[in-house]
Each structure stands twice: as structure tokens, then as C-alpha cells.
């Protein structure tokens, strides 16, 4: 059995960013994850968009990663959105009643425009 490498892709869609996981997210590979969205934060990008399509298999230590990455993101007065839950990721969020835990689009572009429309709102409240 071959396992596959997470890749993660950041593509910018100011003002929101789009983090695409692609192969497993697992307890091999849950730290790329965290420090891939530790340094997003700390580059000042806190609307972020994970994006799960392609994402192939993802473990409870994955969904550990998912849950810091959401965490870290609320730390910094961020927000989160998740997209393309299928397979086993849709399996593990259902069966550990974490489903709620996330804000969940169909798909990145819903995602992105969520946050687009969140972005302007608080613009117009200051």
C-alpha cells in the first residue's frame, strides 16, 4: 500500500485565501497542514477557505489538524469555511459529531464569496 503526500496549494481571492489539500491528511502529514495555516495567520490572512475536494483519505489526527487550523484561525478574529467534504472526511466528521464544528460549503467559490460579503459588512459597520 502506497501512501500519498498531502500537497497543499494557497491561492489568493483577496480577501480571502483558498487552501486546496490534495492525498491524505493524517497523522503523518496533520503538522504541514497547521504550520501551512500558522503562517497564513501570521502573514496577516485570516479569511480562509480550506478546501477538501481532493482531498483522498483523512484520519482523526487530520481532523485534529482541521480543528487547530479552525482554532487558530478564530484566534486571531479569522474565520474558516470548509469545502468539497466527500469520502472518508464526510465518514469521520459524521461519525465524531464534529460536522457542526465547521462551516461547511459545496464549494470554494460559495466559500470565498461568504467571506467576500462577510469582509464588506464589517467594512460598513466601522
Request: with cysteine; aromatic share 2%.
Amino acid at each position: 500500500m502506497t501512501t500519498q503526500q498531502l500537497e497543499i496549494t494557497v491561492s489568493d481571492h483577496q480577501p480571502a485565501v483558498v487552501v486546496a489539500l490534495r492525498g491524505e491528511l493524517d497523522i503523518a502529514s496533520g503538522d504541514t497542514l497547521r504550520r501551512a495555516i500558522r503562517e497564513l495567520v501570521r502573514q496577516g490572512r485570516t479569511k480562509i477557505v480550506v478546501d477538501a475536494s481532493d482531498l483522498g483519505f483523512c484520519d482523526s489526527c487530520g481532523l485534529e489538524a482541521l480543528l487547530d487550523a479552525r482554532d487558530d484561525i478564530h484566534k486571531a478574529a479569522g474565520a474558516m469555511r470548509l469545502t468539497g467534504v466527500h469520502g472518508i472526511l464526510k465518514i469521520v466528521l459524521a461519525a465524531t459529531r464534529l460536522r457542526d464544528a465547521f462551516v461547511i460549503d459545496g464549494t470554494a467559490v460559495e466559500a470565498v464569496a461568504a467571506l467576500v460579503m462577510s469582509s464588506s459588512r464589517d467594512v460598513s459597520m466601522v
